[in-house]
T-cell receptor, first 110, second 115 residues
Framework: NAGVTQTPKFQVLKTGQSMTLQCAQDMNHNSMYWYRQDPGMGLRLIYYSASEGTTDKGEVPNGYNVSRLNKREFSLRLESAAPSQTSVYFC?????????FGEGSWLTVV | AQSVTQPDIHITVSEGASLELRCNYSYGATPYLFWYVQSPGQGLQLLLKYFSGDTLVQGIKGFEAEFKRSQSSFNLRKPSVHWSDAAEYFCAVGGTGGGADGLTFGKGTHLIIQP
């Protein structure tokens, strides 16, 4: 998982609060992704960025926004957190179809 | 739409025994196929991938997988498992049309190793 760094690793939020998950990669990947992982659901794509300056919705985008700040950085923002957004969030970088994941960010919304 | 099915939620195997984890995919064209492993509290590590060519692919940690187009399957195998193989395993499928729109994952198979 070296090369994709996520912060913070753990966060507890109150319902309605906002926060941004940060992600940076140093592997010169063109594409970057945000997935969420929930028990029994596998990984589901929230948003992705195929290249610098572009972002697109994935399977479960509602309640999230993203910013591809530059080639290295791709942030995920929760504007008004809800308990349903309690999850583990993974950022990833990719070239072509091969994707490499960060270590994950554990988010709890109470 | 593409999809991945991992029929087994949990599998228990004795240490030293052989392992096969099943994966079936649905995709309208030639797929790219992947297996990832996730240890508790960790991110996902790429085990192996199939893009084209030889349908039997070798990966890290002694794992291999075989692509069978006729069965829409990409099963993961290991001849002899070790206690350190206990983890969650995910199969994933991606498209061949440029590929930047991410992978679709199965729900995972939890592997338990008995001593």
């Amino acid at each position: 998982n070296a090369g994709v760094t996520q912060t913070p690793k753990f966060q507890v939020l109150k319902t309605g609060q906002s926060m941004t998950l940060q992600c940076a990669q140093d592997m010169n990947h063109n594409s970057m992704y945000w997935y969420r992982q929930d028990p029994g659901m596998g990984l589901r794509l929230i948003y992705y960025s195929a290249s610098e300056g572009t972002t697109d919705k994935g399977e479960v985008p509602n309640g999230y926004n993203v910013s591809r700040l530059n080639k290295r950085e791709f942030s995920l923002r929760l504007e008004s957190a809800a308990p349903s957004q309690t999850s583990v969030y993974f950022c990833a970088g990719g070239i072509g179809n091969t994707i490499y994941f960060g270590e994950g960010s554990w988010l709890t919304v109470v | 739409a593409q999809s991945v099915t991992q029929p087994d939620i949990h599998i228990t195997v004795s240490e030293g025994a052989s392992l096969e984890l099943r994966c079936n995919y649905s995709y309208g064209a030639t797929p790219y196929l992947f297996w990832y492993v996730q240890s508790p509290g960790q991110g996902l590590q790429l085990l192996l991938k199939y893009f084209s060519g030889d349908t039997l692919v070798q990966g890290i940690k002694g794992f291999e997988a075989e692509f069978k187009r006729s069965q829409s399957s990409f099963n993961l195998r290991k001849p002899s498992v070790h206690w350190s193989d206990a983890a969650e395993y995910f199969c994933a499928v991606g498209g061949t049309g440029g590929g930047a729109d991410g992978l679709t994952f199965g729900k995972g198979t939890h592997l338990i190793i008995q001593p």
